[in-house]
């Protein structure tokens, strides 16, 4: 007949945060108490049959289940858009930004010499464009 270990069936008991005893539990039980937060690394943990209390990190069949998983590498996709989107925002407020100024100068000059109110109205939607697109190159940058 084969042993807990050989056939995979281990059962661990713990040493809970509130002093008492609980188990036994398999490695699946064993792994959703990890995930509840009520087993970490300093947790007290034996297994059946054994009468010697180990940390969790101390014993290597345990170990792997409390390491954190490994996010997924970023790919290059991924950077290549984002970077893409960037470049388009920086493109985008720049043109807001200047268009703005150059709209902004132009009305007071037109204000100035010919028209007050197109001008005005052109100097107010200058500054208006040029907040816009100052603001995005907060964001962006």
Do not use: C
């Not at 036994?24 to 792994?31: A, H, K």
């Amino acid at each position: 007949m084969k042993s807990p270990e050989e056939t995979g069936n281990i059962q661990y008991h713990i040493i809970g945060i509130d002093g008492h005893e609980y188990g036994p539990v398999d490695r699946g039980g064993l792994q959703a108490w990890i995930a509840q937060g009520k087993v970490n690394a300093q947790t007290q943990v034996r297994r059946a049959g054994e009468t010697q209390w180990q940390t969790a990190i101390a014993m290597a069949d345990i170990q792997p289940m409390l390491e954190p998983p490994v996010p997924p590498p970023v790919t290059q996709a991924e950077d290549a858009s984002k970077a893409a989107t960037a470049k388009t925002l920086v493109l985008t407020s720049h043109i807001m930004g200047y268009g703005g100024l150059l709209l902004m100068i132009a009305g007071g000059v037109v204000g100035f010499w010919v028209l007050a109110g197109s001008g005005v109205l052109s100097a107010i939607i200058g500054a208006i464009l040029g907040q816009v697109g100052r603001g995005m190159q907060g964001r962006v940058i």
